[in-house]
């Protein structure tokens, strides 16, 4: 029985190590599909997301589900903590406990004890180990427990650093594009004010951006369930929103260089494929059509009103077409595990800016 709770014990701590290294260290996509990682999150993720559905979108939902974000890092974080306690621990009680205490008797609980004072550098001295097997096993294990302390010390910087980039962004879309953000009105406000020329510059950026969101999310998966500040707001949104733009910008606007659009769709579309990977979702087209043929004919009417007309015709249609169900299906699956609501091609009437609001008015 103690032979195998060695092997056990050697099985959990390598297993967690090399899992806190791919989640933090590794800075790449990792394919494997039993990790202590998924196995934590994808349950708690699961059953918390089960409950939410039946709220109705808006405010209140969005402001509790902003709180899984970072208690599911804690969580991950405590039971990696957690995991390598018990696994050191174990591999204790699996050389017969051989420990020096209060009431000198081999028991788990004290294996346990001495494990956690280890881990977390107390050193309170009240057990020690009395075999030179468990002393390396106690030194090993404070060696872990302070590099442990190190990582996750270096771990949330990184991932916060990375959050905040992304949202100043977001931030930045809501003048150009509106609250929840829409590829109409954006396109709209640009050639309202004369702005146009502004449109490559705009869609560099947001290349530059759907790019750096990749590579984050991809290291940190984590980071796709931190949500925005606003509940109109998230980062799906707007990647949506700059998809659905570009479309429109490679079919044909009036005065709109093409290439840099179909630059800016290319890395997004690429980000979008990626992370539903990542996460595990299979493309599924929406259930209904986020642009059906009375709302594109709005879409023409809005932008031909602003000088900025949209190429019409069967072969524009069927290029705009074909170019939504290379993204649309992605899109809508992460929507539907993340409950972020996508973006409407066109904005409600009447609707304020969020910077345009505040609590008092």
């Given at each position: 029985m103690r032979a195998l709770a060695l092997v056990v014990a050697a099985a959990v701590i390598v297993g967690i190590l090399w899992d806190a290294?791919?989640?933090?260290?590794?800075?790449?996509?990792?394919?494997?599909?039993?990790?202590?990682?998924?196995?934590?999150?994808?349950?708690?993720?699961?059953?918390?997301?089960?409950?939410f559905r039946r709220w109705p979108p808006g405010g209140r939902r969005e402001n509790l589900l902003g709180y899984y974000g970072p208690l599911a890092v804690i969580l991950l974080l405590a039971s990696?903590?957690?995991?390598?306690?018990?696994?050191?621990?174990?591999?204790?009680?699996?050389?017969?406990?051989?420990?020096?205490?209060?009431?000198?008797?081999?028991?788990?609980?004290?294996?346990?004890?001495?494990?956690?004072?280890?881990f977390f550098t107390l050193g309170l001295g009240d057990v020690t180990p009395r075999s030179w097997g468990a002393r390396a096993i106690?030194?090993?294990?404070?060696?872990?427990?302070?590099?442990?302390?190190?990582?996750?010390i270096s771990y949330l910087p990184v991932l916060y650093q990375?959050?905040?980039?992304r949202e100043v962004r977001i931030a930045l879309?809501?003048?150009?594009?509106?609250?929840?953000?829409?590829?109409?009105?954006?396109?709209?406000?640009?050639?309202?004010?004369?702005?146009?020329?502004?449109?490559?510059p705009f869609l560099d950026q947001w290349e530059s951006w759907a790019a750096e969101l990749l590579?984050?999310?991809?290291?940190?998966?984590?980071?796709?369930?931190?949500?925005?500040?606003?509940?109109?707001?998230?980062?799906l949104a707007a990647l949506?929103?700059?998809?659905?733009?570009?479309?429109?910008?490679?079919?044909?606007?009036?005065?709109?260089?093409?290439?840099?659009a179909a630059l800016a769709f290319a890395m997004a579309r690429h980000a979008v494929v990626d992370l539903s990977q990542v996460l595990?979702?299979?493309?599924r087209p929406p259930q209904g059509d986020r642009l059906p043929a009375s709302d594109l004919a709005r879409v023409r009417a809005v932008l031909a009103e602003a000088g900025i007309g949209l190429r019409h015709g069967r072969e524009a249609d069927a290029q705009l077409a074909e170019l939504r169900r290379m993204y649309e299906p992605y899109v809508n699956s992460l929507s539907g595990l993340l409950l972020m609501p996508l973006p409407a091609w066109l904005p409600a009437p009447g609707v304020k800016d969020n910077w345009q609001k505040s609590a008092w008015k």
């Open positions: 290294f791919e989640t933090i260290v590794l800075p790449r996509r990792v394919s494997r599909r039993l990790r202590l990682a998924r196995l934590t999150l994808v349950p708690t993720w699961g059953l918390i997301s089960s409950v990696w903590a957690a995991g390598l306690i018990l696994g050191f621990a174990l591999l204790l009680w699996g050389l017969g406990s051989p420990l020096a205490g209060p009431d000198g008797r081999p028991v788990l609980g004290t294996d346990i004890y001495l494990s956690g004072t280890t106690t030194v090993a294990e404070a060696g872990i427990g302070f590099s442990f302390l190190a990582l996750v990375s959050f905040s980039r879309l809501d003048a150009w594009a509106g609250s929840p953000p829409t590829a109409v009105e954006l396109v709209r406000r640009l050639a309202a004010y004369d702005h146009t020329e502004a449109f490559g590579e984050t999310h991809i290291s940190y998966p984590i980071l796709c369930f931190f949500r925005s500040q606003h509940d109109n707001q998230s980062w949506t929103t700059v998809l659905d733009a570009c479309a429109l910008a490679m079919v044909g606007l009036h005065g709109v260089p093409s290439r840099g595990n979702r299979a493309p």
